[in-house]
Every structure is written in C-alpha cells, then in structure tokens.
C-alpha cells in the first residue's frame, strides 16, 4: 500500500513556473515506477511524464516536452514535476501515480497501468 500526496499547485500566469511534489508513504518507493497524469474539467484524464525507479526512463507527452522535467528522489520518497513556460492550456488537476515493478528500467504513459493515485493538486494558467 501506498499513499501519494501531491503539493505545489496553484495560479500562475502564462510563461510562469511551478515545482509540485508528490510525497509517498512506506519504505518501497524505489520499487514503484510513477507518473504524472492532469484532468482538465470535462476532458479524459491524460499521461503527462512518468519515471522509471532508476530515473534513467523519463518519457513526456508532446505538450510538455521541453517545458517540464520529472525527477525523484527515493531518499525523500519524493518525485517532482517541474513545470516551466506554462500556458493555459495547461491548466489542470495534477496526479501522481505509481506503479510496482520489478524492473528498475520500465515506466508507462498508460493510467491503467498504475495502481495507486494520489488526490491530485490544482494547477491554474492565467493568460
């Protein structure tokens, strides 16, 4: 079992930055694989980054490439969303996830693919 609590959102206006984190309770957290997903009101929750536990696989979606950086820290059972040159169409309920694994290089963009969920962190863009 594992509890994920996200922080860091908030409003910003376009071209600002935020970091969020997601806390993870328990000693395993170097044995899950996580990500981050964002649901915008009236819109299919979508794959954003994801991690793997070397942090060696980092993959993003399109929208963010360049812009966002995903990092963990298994010391801390942390990992981070750094989310640089925002725009509003980023705006959005961010979540973290995490999946068990056994392989140090795996990650996936797939949500069905993860097992525990965070509640999520309001991000905000105003243009």
């Known amino acids: 079992q594992v509890l994920l609590v996200e922080s860091g959102g908030g409003s910003v206006q376009a071209g600002g930055s935020l970091r969020l984190s997601c806390a993870a309770s328990g000693r395993t957290f170097s044995s899950y694989a996580m990500g981050w997903f964002r649901q915008a009101p009236g819109k299919v929750r979508e794959f954003v980054a994801a991690?793997?536990?070397?942090?060696?696989?980092?993959p993003y979606a399109d929208s963010v490439k360049g812009r966002f950086t995903i990092s963990r820290d298994n010391a801390k059972n942390t990992v981070y969303l750094q989310m640089n040159s925002l725009k509003p169409e980023d705006t959005a309920v961010y979540l973290c996830?995490?999946?068990?694994?056994?392989?140090?290089?795996?990650?996936?963009?797939?949500?069905?693919?993860?097992?525990?969920w965070g509640q999520g962190t309001q991000v905000t863009v105003s243009s």
């Open positions: 996830a995490a999946a068990s694994t056994a392989s140090w290089l795996y990650v996936s963009s797939d949500s069905d693919d993860y097992t525990y």
């Open positions: 991690i793997s536990r070397s942090a060696t696989n980092t």
